[in-house]
């Protein structure tokens, strides 16, 4: 539909200057399922829309800046652990993976998880997340009643609104969705559901405060969501 | 013997980088702190403000250097995105910033660094600037404001049809057509 393809384009365009407001952001992701993932064109648009924005920080002039920022900066990688987080996660090289290769426009979400952002923006908020100091992370696991295996991490900031789950799990069968749950005391609210993208890779945004959470959980449900879990439990882990 | 290309050199620090070579960050440091800054300092018109970014920046490259991935794109684009995004997060928190009657001299700025140095940019970066400023010389003066406003003042579209008066439809509308211009017009310089 012509309408609905520049629509996508202004939308995409605006995106890539991170000019977006909320309601834009929400058409934006609707266009994303229903449109510029099939459409080719808007697909290259994305990018090179997206590099062009990069080109632009350029047109910034440069500024040296003070020497008391690069003396901080170099008493603080001298202090702080190296890598620590990824090196630390039994999954790490599957995550890695997830964050170099990504393709979130292949992957299919809905509900309350994820956003639409290219995988570098998206990339980039997982970094920033993870590299806080007050970020958590945790690696969810089978809780040895499904076959189903899968390497997730779950990552959050307290406080700051957003769970991000990265990893890889097999791409579930026809008319079957993964299902994200937040628990609290044994019950478990709907934060959405997910289908990987074709390669297995997972990248998804959960708006919700993971510390109002005692734990996260991933079931395999019928295409289109339960009201509680009640499919398989596939990953779980205390937050 | 032929030069390699710049981007590759600077995926070959970043892997380095991932491994925990502190001589291959401080070069990225050296190449890349001035460019960073700058875009931080014009977005976010504080320096305070502008060096937590750019520190923090630098610091989640040294912590988590794996989330650049040198197939999507060069790191120099995916760390100056990384800093223009964190200063645009920062610049609508601190929305007192966006008073104009305190937006700083950058000129003012230099002068009362610590380090006054003249920043001595890489020829290769220097190139690359002035396609960027060319291709912005391109834009009708609408076009340019757009540009502008979203990119280097941190507004949203909505907020910059207020701040204009222009309809949030035209807004749009010449948004998609300055990147579109934009485009085409670095294509046309990197030919």
Redesign the interface.
Known sequence: MNGEHEQA???L??H??????EE?LGTLEHLVRTHVGGCSECRTAMW???????????????????????A??RR??RS???????ARSAVAASI?LV???LAVWNAHLHGLVSRAQS???L??????T??RPESRVVALATDGTSAVSGQVLAAYVPGGGRLYLVGSMPVPEHDLVYQVWLGRRGNYANAGTFVPESSGRVLVLIEADAAGYDAVLITEEPSAGSSSPSGRHILTASL | MQERPREMRDAELQALV?V?D?AA?EEL?RRY???A???A???LAS?PL??DV???A???L????????P????F???F???????S?DTVRREERLRRRTQRMN?QA??DE???????A?DAW?VD??GR??K??ESLSDEQREV?EL???E???????AERTGVPLGTV??R??A???R??RA?EEEAE
């Open positions: 384009q202004e939308l365009a605006a890539a200057l991170h000019a977006l407001d834009d090179s829309f997206e590099a062009v924005s990069a080109e632009l920080a350029l047109a910034a002039d440069p500024v040296t800046p003070p020497a008391s920022m690069g901080r900066l603080d990688v702080r652990e190296h890598v620590g987080i990824w890695i964050l170099t290769v995988s570098q923006q990339a980039g908020e997982v970094l920033d993870m590299s | 991932a925990g502190q960050f440091y702190a001035a460019p800054y700058g875009l300092l014009r977005v320096e502008a060096q750019v520190h923090d630098f610091l989640a040294w912590r988590a250097p794996e989330a650049f991935d197939a999507r794109g060069s120099r684009s995916f100056l995105s990384l800093v223009h995004h964190r645009v950058l700025v230099q660094q610590d380090v006054a140095d003249r920043v940019e970066l690359l600037r960027v400023l291709a912005l540009v979203a990119y280097f941190g507004m949203t579209q909505a907020r910059i749009k509308t948004t998609l300055a990147l579109r934009l485009r670095l």
